[in-house]
């Protein structure tokens, strides 16, 4: 199209010397933008006018999943995919969004888009971004264990793969989910065993319905706080998940011991949790791999449990795609692109204002 | 090895003390004797030598991990801790291993003396053996000290509670100069009398910082006031026409005072001093920074001595004609000092006494802790003239009066992540001070490092700054853009050559965080130099 263009142009109008060097450049500059690019919006695709995951208020925003810092508040229109759709609309209230379908191709100006499973977390999807032959995907946030309540990781095949390195890092090395979780059902029991409430910390959405499904509700009664509670019950329609009672006011602390609740890490430290002693608290996050991670949270026990890739699963897919370019968005991305530099990756960095599970340990929900 | 890192893991998972001193008392009272003795060692800091130093360390683990060095480095400098990131970035195997503890210790102790390839093959094919957390626990028992909030303390608590031994005998028990390797269970914890009792400490007592009103004391007859003088706190022990000088930390150092020979055949046999070891010179006490000259020397040389003499100032006899004489009143014990000061004051030898201030209200004990920083001393102690010298730190009897800090308000420059609890954070920051340059141009001048006095929100906050400016990165270090400003507080300050600002303050910390101050408000060097008595 381009250089149909710039023949057009040439053939009807006789540029000047110097208009011939101004055009030159232009069409140069056209020419090697890359179908995708970082601004100070976030990731954008400029030939389709479309927004990945943008941080500031656009047009059209293509959203991979419903974590704060991935679906923000402000865009005028919301493309996602159809089981994302009831999340963000809890979380953003009222927006003007449409959802897809995995694997639906859809074509702005020539640019086809498709959605494909992430693994992450319920609804959260990786970015197909594809323009004369030329194939980019974003992998939002991803983890290619399958959690049995989100679609499992699906490797795109592409040329650029821009993936997030959250945990990139050879310290980072996940335990199986079922052993996970055997452990925490293990500690509740032993905290039931000594008379006390198991207050268990993990992010609203994502963590604390992975949590909750592998609970054993024959251990006790699972309590929740109310941010949980209301997410659980927007999820309830598509996964089938354990009994669950919400914290009220009238909640008496007596009835709690022995049982297990959860909760938002923001919730801990705070008046809401001290009302319950006797009770020993819990977090689930892949930070708690770190000894000084927990120690930090001051949580009693700390679980190693991620919705994000560990170091060999990063590894892993981006081999998979087949990607010669890599983009690493956030987490450790200048160690780990300087690693596949050296394994013969094409990578680097680029700034975003992804957080990753950051949020879960250091900051507070919204 | 596997109840031995369960305990670890437990100890290490929690905050509460209840729940440590639990733990601790049922591994005790399961735990074979020999375990028990390298237990209560390794919790009271007496490792065995390290048989293989950190570059070797890191260069065979990283083969087994099969990743370029770099990144083993920069992972390290994110976990904070090198054994840690050893067992993180290991893989784990379907191996296991039963040896005890002990048998590690032993093997570890043994390998000291075994040539380079034997120590690699033998760490390789261990940390292969050994689960997550038991491949942390033996890194560490070859790298260095457990940190994992367990004091001495705590543990004497837990091993009273289960071998039913009185926990100020058992503290008096596990003090000097014991080798595990050498001694039993039996001996060390369970037999009457000690083998080395020549050597042996009592516990330091220690005083808690006065909270409140000084006047809310009392009577102010009933009590003792003396400088806290700021030198090293050491028990100096002469039984049998020997010597044996300890510091608060449970260091034997008496090789590092020769001068303190002297006392033999003048201060009698059977006498344990508690005192302060000060810089002395001209008949003048120096600051800490001249004593720091003799702490870090393992030899002491003639010329050492000559130029940086110290002095022992007493403050309490514990021991007199090999009697002990705890249980008396600090009165009692006092005058016995007295005495025997001036019994040998004559003679020359190094030795004084910490004067007693004559004081006859709460306000003349103000006025004197004031003159504090012109004595050299930290502030005032105030110890109750009825009290025994007790173990530990305790309250009631004995205060520390401490002067305040001195401030200054300085640039952040530098920071570096932290370790611990902290690691993955940038916690370790260093300040800078104006200074005008030849060129009379304004420059921030380094003069003091400090990592503690933030709360955990703030230093969240400050992380992110940083992280947000950073100029350049070395290594753990990032060179930050001066834009914040914070109040430290220091206890001391003196002249010194090492220091590029050329002053050395003692004990810097972050007293405040100054949100209403720019960079052009903090201080300079000639302000902190104006402090310098």
Known sequence: ??????????????????????????????????????????????????????????????????????????????????????????????????????????????????????????????????????????????????????????????????????????????????????????????????????????????????????????????????????????????????????????????????????????????????????????????????????????????????????????????????AEKVICTHGYTDIFSKYLRELGYDARTEKTQYEGELSEIDKTEE | MRNFADLIKTLDSTNKTTIKVAALTTYFKQASPEDKVWTIAILSHRRPPRPVNTTLLRLWANELANIPMWLFEESYHIVGDLAETIALIIPTTKEHSDKSLTEYLEEIIALKKKPEEEKKAYLQQNWLALNYYERFVFTKLITGSFRIGVSQKLMTRALSKAEDVDEDVLAYKLMGNWDPNKIT????????????????????????????????????????????????????????????????????????????????????????????????????????NDLQKRIGRKTVSAKLLESNPVILKAYDILEWEGRDIRNETYEFRRKLLEQLYEAVKETKIPFSISERATIASWDEVASERMLAREKRSEGLMIKRTNSTYQVGRKKGDWWKWKLEPLVIDAVLTYAMRGSGRRSNLFTDYTFALWQENEAGEKELVTFAKAYSGLTDAEFRKVDDFIKKNTVEKFGPVRSVTPQLVFEIGFEGIAFSKRHKSGVATRFPRILRWRLDKKIADANTIEDLKSMII
């Open chain 2, 185 to 288: 269970f039996q001996e060390l914890i369970l037999d009457e009398k000690s083998s080395d009792y020549l050597s042996k400490p009592y516990p330091f007592y220690l005083a808690y910082p006065i909270e409140g009103d000084v006047e809310n004391l009392g009577k102010v007859e009933e009590w003792s006031i003396e400088h806290k003088w700021d030198g090293i706190r050491s028990q100096t022990i002469i039984r049998e026409d020997e010597i044996f000088v300890w510091s608060r930390g449970e260091e034997l150092v008496t090789d590092k005072y020769p001068e303190f020979q002297a006392f033999l055949g003048v201060i009698p046999n059977g006498t344990v001093i508690d005192a302060e070891i000060l810089a002395f010179s001209n008949g003048e006490i120096g600051t800490f």
């Open chain 1, 1 to 322: 199209m381009i250089l149909e263009f710039n023949k057009i142009i040439r053939e009807r109008y006789n540029l000047t010397r110097t208009e011939n060097v101004i055009f030159d450049y232009l069409i140069d500059i056209i020419m090697t933008t890359p179908l995708l690019a970082f601004n100070d919006k976030g990731i954008y695709c400029a030939i389709a006018d479309v927004y990945l995951d943008p941080w500031k208020p656009v047009t059209n925003a293509i959203i991979t999943h419903g974590h704060a810092d991935h679906s923000r508040w402000g865009h005028k229109n919301y493309i996602t995919h159809k089981t994302n759709v009831p999340i963000i609309l809890h979380r953003l209230g009222e927006i003007n969004v449409s959802g897809v379908e995995w694997n639906e191709t859809f074509t702005i100006n020539n640019v086809k888009f498709s959605l494909h499973p992430a693994g992450h977390i319920i609804g959260s999807s990786q970015v197909r971004v594809e323009h004369k032959g030329e194939v980019w995907v974003f992998t939002g946030d991803y983890k290619t264990e399958d959690d049995g309540i989100s679609v499992p990781y699906e490797v795109v095949k592409c040329d650029t793969f821009i993936t997030e390195c959250t945990f990139g890092l050879p310290a980072f090395k996940w335990t199986p989910q079922a052993e996970v979780m055997e452990n925490i059902n293990n500690w509740w029991l032993e905290n039931q065993a000594e008379g006390k409430t198991s207050i268990l910390f993990g992010y609203s959405l994502g963590k604390a319905q992975r949590l909750l499904k592998y609970l054993n509700p024959e251990i006790g009664q699972i309590y929740t706080h109310g941010s949980i509670e209301n997410m659980t019950n927007v999820l309830r329609p598509m996964v089938e998940f354990p009994k669950t009672t919400l914290i009220t006011r009238e909640t008496k602390k007596e009835e709690l011991l022995g049982n297990i609740v959860l909760a938002p890490p923001s919730a801990h430290g705070g008046t809401w949790i001290r009302k319950m002693t006797p009770f020993v608290t819990g977090s689930a996050s892949g930070w708690m791999a770190f000894r000084g991670a927990r120690r930090r949270r001051a949580v009693d026990k700390g679980f190693v449990l991620s919705d994000h890739c560990d170091w060999y699963s990063l590894l892993d897919s981006i081999k998979a795609t087949g």
